[in-house]
């Protein structure tokens, strides 16, 4: 495992700082190891000073939106984590039918005031927990529509602090997936809809109702925890695949196979980031096993935890 990062190598840069902050609480998992450093830039000219830092001395650093699709392992993250939490970064403005906002925003907020607006468009992701970021950088959506499609415009950052401005075409959003893996974004421009505020309450409404029907929302998870193989691997997708498989309900320690959703892997209180990580290896294996699909996670892992289950181990 690498040495802990010492803060002395950012002190001067005067961004504000945490040293050995456990990430547990800022995840939806709630469990997980201490960042070295957690940062809080109050301006992209500080986000830029401290990723030309990290990437001039080699020290790793992560950003770290709403945690809803974050599992952080239990030896933490040896590095710098960046949250986006200063109000630069969580304003919401609206130039004509476009809405700016702040990478480190709230996706829920910014869904109903943009409904409230008269603006169309992002109410297909109620319900999902995220950051704007962290909804851009997982092109987070579902069945009625994903983040991607309502893109005009991104700021971007590279790991090595220059920032760029990137139009809707020089960016790929795949299922949950987009073509810019290392940097940030710092904001997004939406280009929406108009359409009746009332209509878009409605829909929101409507969508809760049925991802609150659907799925685990009060248990804590990371949401899907696997993404749906290609449809030249399988036609099914993974909760169907682990169904079949018999595997809804399987636990291990603290963390179960949602009975609910068998693509959620929920985590009772007491139980650790181990223990889910077990749950996704055996889950993996069982699968393969029983389908002839190796499934690949959704949920991003932070620290040293292979996934990759091995053949003899997790007997149960
Ligand atoms: C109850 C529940 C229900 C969910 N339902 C859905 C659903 O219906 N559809 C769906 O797609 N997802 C769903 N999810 C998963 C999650 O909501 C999404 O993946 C969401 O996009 C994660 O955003 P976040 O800000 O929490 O990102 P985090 O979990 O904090 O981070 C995820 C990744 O995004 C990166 N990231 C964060 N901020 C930035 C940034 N500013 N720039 C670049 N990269 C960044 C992180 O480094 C990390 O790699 C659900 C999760 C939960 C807990």
């Known amino acids: 495992m690498r040495p802990r990062i010492d803060p002395v190598v950012i002190e001067d840069l005067g961004v504000r700082y945490e040293a050995d902050v456990p990430l547990g609480p800022l995840t939806w ?21 401290l990723a030309s830092r990290c990437f001039e001395a080699g020290i790793p650093w992560y950003v770290l939106g709403s945690g809803a699709n974050l599992l952080v392992a239990e030896e933490g993250v040896r590095g710098v984590v960046v949250k986006l939490n200063d109000d630069s970064f969580t304003r919401i403005q609206r130039f004509s039918q476009c809405v700016t906002v702040g990478a480190g925003a709230d996706l829920a907020k910014l869904v109903i005031e943009t409904g409230k607006m008269g603006l169309g468009g992002l109410e297909v992701l109620a319900g999902i927990p995220a950051s704007v970021g962290g909804a851009l950088r997982m092109n987070c959506g579902g069945k009625y529509g994903e983040i991607g499609p309502s893109v005009h415009s991104l700021s971007y950052m590279s790991d090595s602090g220059d920032i760029f401005t990137l139009k809707r075409d020089q960016v790929e959003f795949g299922y949950r997936s987009c073509s810019i893996k290392a940097g940030l974004f710092l904001s997004a421009t939406f280009e929406l809809s108009e359409d009746d505020p009332e209509v878009l309450r409605q829909r929101i409404l409507d969508i809760f109702a049925y991802k609150k029907k659907t799925q685990p929302l009060a248990s804590a998870s990371a949401g899907c925890a696997f993404k749906n193989p290609p449809t030249e691997v399988s036609d099914k997708g993974a909760g169907q695949l682990i169904d079949e498989a018999g595997l809804k309900g399987l636990t291990v320690g603290g963390a179960q196979v949602s009975p609910v959703h068998a693509n959620f892997i929920t985590l009772a209180s007491g139980g650790g980031a181990n223990d889910v990580i077990r749950l996704i290896r055996l889950v993996k294996k069982r699968v393969q096993e029983h389908c002839g699909v190796m499934l690949a996670e959704e949920v991003v892992i932070w620290g040293n935890a292979p996934i990759t289950p091995k053949i003899e181990e997790e007997k149960n």
């Open 29 to 49: 998992y709630g469990v997980g190891g201490p960042a070295d450093i957690l940062a809080h830039p109050s301006s992209d000219r500080e986000m830029g000073a």
